[in-house]
């Protein structure tokens, strides 16, 4: 069975701080991994993907992923009350994407002005 | 350019009958995948189209079918409709020249009576 486990919060962080999430996969073999964000009403939204070890940032976002640990994890710098949702850790095992993608349940942020 | 587009926005059903979703993808985008998001769950992949061809399928009863068309759209089908097949039923296309990146619907909402 292809887990991915996540904190399901809630996750309170002042406005300006840096919010962390974190996520572990148990399929060894995963390929892509993926951070969404979803609105509450609003259907899923890419934020980051990351492919191989290490750090990748865009804007004030950055992913890391550490692959012998089996976990990824998110870190949103500056962070704002527009950043308030639930972020969703998603799973492709297939590097031809056939798997589609596994998620984790969701991390519920709240950002505290 | 336009999103993945899926019709309709909110369907309610009686137990017993069947109903089919339609997802048109973002132009260009060959791979179309399902995926179901009820709030116990959350989300739970259900298959995924390349070609026309079923790529792979999650672990949903046979009551749940899908198909891709040659110009990529994609439909889902789930017959003899049940309560519990009350969700918000998502589609996501992908591109392979944006490393798998699945970008998403804004969902059917379903509603079994």
């Known amino acids: 069975q292809k887990e991915v486990e996540q904190n399901s919060g809630p996750l309170s962080v002042p406005e300006g701080a840096i919010a962390s999430l974190n996520c572990t996969y148990s399929d060894r073999g995963s390929q892509s991994f993926f951070w969404y964000r979803q609105y509450s009403g609003k259907s899923p939204e890419l934020i980051m993907s990351?492919?191989?070890?290490g750090d990748k940032e865009d804007g004030r976002f950055t992913a890391q992923l550490n692959k012998a640990s089996q976990y990824v994890s998110l870190l949103i710098r500056d962070s704002q009350p527009s950043d308030s949702a639930t972020y969703l850790c998603?799973?492709?095992?297939?590097?031809?994407?056939?798997?589609?993608?596994?998620f984790g349940k969701g991390t519920h942020l709240i950002i505290q002005p | 350019k336009a999103g993945v587009t899926q019709t309709p926005r909110y369907l309610i059903k009686t137990r017993g009958q069947q109903v089919t979703l339609s997802c048109s993808p973002i132009s260009g985008h060959r791979s179309v995948s399902w995926y179901q998001q009820t709030p116990g769950q959350g989300l739970q992949f259900l298959f995924e189209y390349f070609s026309e061809t079923q790529r792979n399928k999650g672990n949903f009863p046979g009551r749940f079918s899908g198909r891709q068309f040659s110009n990529s759209r994609s439909e889902m089908n789930v017959s003899t409709l049940e309560l519990g097949d009350s969700a918000l039923y998502l589609c996501?296309?992908?591109?392979?020249?944006?490393?798998?990146?699945?970008?998403f619907g804004s969902g059917t909402r379903l509603t079994v009576v």
């Open positions: 990351i492919y191989s070890n």
């Open positions: 998603a799973v492709n095992h297939s590097g031809g994407g056939a798997d589609g993608l596994t």
């Open positions: 996501a296309s992908s591109s392979r020249t944006q490393n798998y990146g699945y970008t």
